[in-house]
C-alpha cells in the first residue's frame, strides 16, 4: 500500500524566505558573532540541556552551524534540520560520534510522518521561526506520544520596563542578527498543544531550558 504523501501545513512563505535569506547572508559570520555569548553561557546552557538527553531517535531543528553535534551521547540517531543550506555547510564541519543526518528543511513544515521521534529538540531557534505556534505543533506532530520537547530558548523579559525595552529594540535586532528577542515562548509552546512539564531560568528570567509533553 503506498503511503499517503504528508500534508504540509500553511504558512507565510514571503516571511520564511526572508528568514532563510537572512541566516544565509550572515552564515559565514555567525560564529564569530555568537562567540562571546557562547563562551560566557552557552555553552555552560547546552550541557545543562543535554543533561536531559539519552540515546535515542532525537530531531534537532535550526542545527544552525552546528554548535550542539558534539554534546550528543554515544548511541544517539540524530536527524538535525535547518532553513539555510549555508548554515548546513558548516554544521557538516561539525559532525562526529553520534550518527547524524543534516537535512535542509523548514521546522513549519516538517517533512516526517507523524510520531517519528523520542525526543525533539531545539536552541535558540524559535525565537526565529516566522510562526512559532505552527513550528512547535509540527514538532508535536513527530514527537512519540511518550516523548519530549527540550528548549533552550531566549524569550521576553517578564519586567514591564525590561520587556519594554526589548519590544523596542526587536526591530533592529531581528534585522541586524535574525531573531526576535520578544517572544512569549512559553505561551506559544502551549498554544502548540505541549504540556510544559518544568521552566528553568538560566540567564534572570530571559534564557529558558523548558521540558515539554505531549
Given at each position: 500500500m503506498t503511503q499517503s504523501p504528508i500534508e504540509r501545513p500553511q504558512f507565510d512563505r514571503v516571511a520564511t524566505?526572508?528568514?532563510?535569506?537572512?541566516?544565509?547572508?550572515?552564515?559565514?559570520?555567525?560564529?564569530?558573532?555568537e562567540a562571546p555569548m557562547e563562551r560566557l553561557f552557552h555553552s555552560r546552557f547546552r550541557r545543562r540541556l543535554f543533561m536531559h538527553v539519552q540515546p535515542c531517535e532525537i530531531l534537532e531543528i535550526g542545527v544552525g552551524t552546528g554548535r550542539n553535534l558534539?554534546?550528543?551521547?554515544?548511541?544517539?540517531?540524530?536527524?538535525?534540520?535547518?532553513?539555510?543550506?549555508?548554515?548546513?555547510?558548516?554544521?557538516?564541519?561539525?559532525?562526529?560520534?553520534?550518527?547524524?543526518?543534516l537535512l535542509?528543511?523548514?521546522?513549519?513544515?516538517?517533512?516526517?510522518p507523524d510520531a517519528s521521534f523520542d525526543i525533539v529538540l531545539a536552541t535558540f531557534v524559535f525565537c526565529s521561526v516566522p510562526d512559532p505556534v505552527?513550528?512547535?505543533a509540527e514538532a508535536r506532530r513527530?514527537?512519540?506520544p511518550s516523548g519530549e520537547l527540550l528548549l533552550l530558548e531566549h524569550v521576553r523579559p517578564e519586567r514591564p520596563l525590561v520587556g519594554g525595552v526589548f519590544d523596542l529594540?526587536?526591530?533592529?535586532?531581528?534585522?541586524?542578527?535574525?531573531?526576535?528577542?520578544?517572544?512569549?515562548?512559553?505561551?506559544?509552546?502551549?498554544?502548540?498543544?505541549?504540556?510544559?512539564?518544568?521552566?528553568?531560568?538560566?540567564?534572570?528570567?530571559?534564557?529558558?531550558?523548558?521540558?515539554?509533553?505531549?
Open positions: 524566505e526572508q528568514t532563510k535569506a537572512r541566516y544565509s547572508r550572515i552564515a559565514p559570520l555567525y560564529d564569530v558573532l558534539g554534546y550528543y551521547p554515544a548511541g544517539a540517531r540524530v536527524t538535525a534540520i535547518d532553513l539555510s543550506p549555508r548554515m548546513l555547510e558548516r554544521a557538516r564541519r561539525r559532525i562526529a560520534g553520534p550518527e547524524v543526518t535542509e528543511m523548514d521546522a513549519q513544515a516538517l517533512q516526517f505552527l513550528g512547535l513527530v514527537c512519540k529594540l526587536n526591530p533592529f535586532i531581528r534585522r541586524l542578527l535574525g531573531p526576535e528577542i520578544n517572544r512569549r515562548t512559553i505561551l506559544n509552546i502551549q498554544a502548540a498543544g505541549w504540556k510544559v512539564k518544568t521552566v528553568e531560568n538560566l540567564l534572570s528570567d530571559i534564557v529558558k531550558l523548558v521540558v515539554a509533553t505531549q
